[in-house]
């Protein structure tokens, strides 16, 4: 039963993935070039997520790398190996590619408003991760952060409620400092409030996937949180 269901777990990872034995074609571990099975076994966690680190820099730096993307979409067609998950928001000035200069095939992306971790994105963190070969799940917020502005306004609007609802607990955990008010006229208390949102998210991912605090836990994944700053394209991150 247990054959069985090993099996079925490595037949349903190869269909998701796409992967194929034979595409270790393709040269890795170099900027630019695209992921394949050896260079994503070969990475450390730790390297995977300096990899994002290094990638953000060159994209401060405006040194992002010169991409062929047709020729990378060709490349990965055959399978995907990317080496993070990285949730963000929906935010337009925050397009996640860009802004760690990764590529097709580099890296998974979760995005939604306030990037929350609701079940089904802890559902393809787990994918990323335990089926497809992930190393790092980074949670990354942003400053002046629209969807943390409306949680702290209590803004209702049909299913954004739902959603902002979910930023709650960081607006309650963040406290006021002098000549401020709970309102999202305060830049710095918006942006304290996403900085909690951020770790309280990683929080929330622990605590709802033991499948992921156990990688985390034996080292095979890292799990980390950044803050993207709108006006330099930095990223400061959390560990
Ligand atoms: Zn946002």
């Known amino acids: 039963m247990k054959l069985l269901a090993t099996a079925l777990f490595i037949a349903l990872t190869a269909s998701l993935t796409g992967?194929?034995?034979k595409s270790s074609e393709g040269k890795a571990g170099h900027h630019g070039m695209t992921q394949t099975k050896a260079s994503q076994d070969k990475l450390t966690p730790n390297e995977a997520l300096q990899r994002l680190k290094d990638g953000?820099?060159?994209?401060?730096?405006g040194m992002s790398v010169n991409r062929d993307y047709i020729a990378q979409a060709k490349t990965t067609a055959s399978g995907q190996y990317p080496f993070a998950i990285?949730?963000?928001?929906?935010d337009s000035r925050v397009p996640v590619e860009v802004v760690f200069d990764q590529g097709i095939g580099d890296i998974f992306t979760s995005r939604v408003a306030g990037n929350?971790?609701?079940?089904?994105?802890?559902g393809s963190m787990e994918f990323a991760t335990a089926a497809a070969?992930?190393?790092?799940?980074?949670?990354?917020?942003?400053?002046?952060c629209g969807a943390?502005?409306?949680?702290?306004d209590n803004v209702k609007l049909s299913k954004l409620t739902g959603l902002l609802d979910q930023i709650q607990p960081a607006v309650k955990?963040?406290?006021l400092h002098s000549?401020?008010?709970?309102?999202?006229?305060?830049a710095e208390y918006v942006d304290r409030v996403a900085h909690n949102n951020v770790k309280m998210t990683m929080d929330r991912i622990l605590k709802d996937s033991p499948v992921i605090a156990d990688m985390v836990k034996s080292g095979k994944v890292v799990l980390a949180g950044g803050m993207y700053n709108l006006e330099t394209g930095k990223v400061d991150f959390i560990n």
């Open 86 to 90: 990285v949730l963000g928001c929906v």
């Open 148 to 152: 943390v502005k409306g949680a702290i």
């Open 116 to 122: 929350i971790a609701p079940e089904d994105v802890v």
């Open 19 to 21: 992967a194929h034995h």
């Open 133 to 144: 070969g992930s190393k790092v799940i980074l949670v990354v917020g942003h400053t002046a």
């Open 173 to 175: 955990a963040t406290d």
């Open 56 to 61: 953000n820099a060159r994209f401060v730096k």
């Open 179 to 186: 000549g401020e008010t709970k309102s999202s006229k305060h």
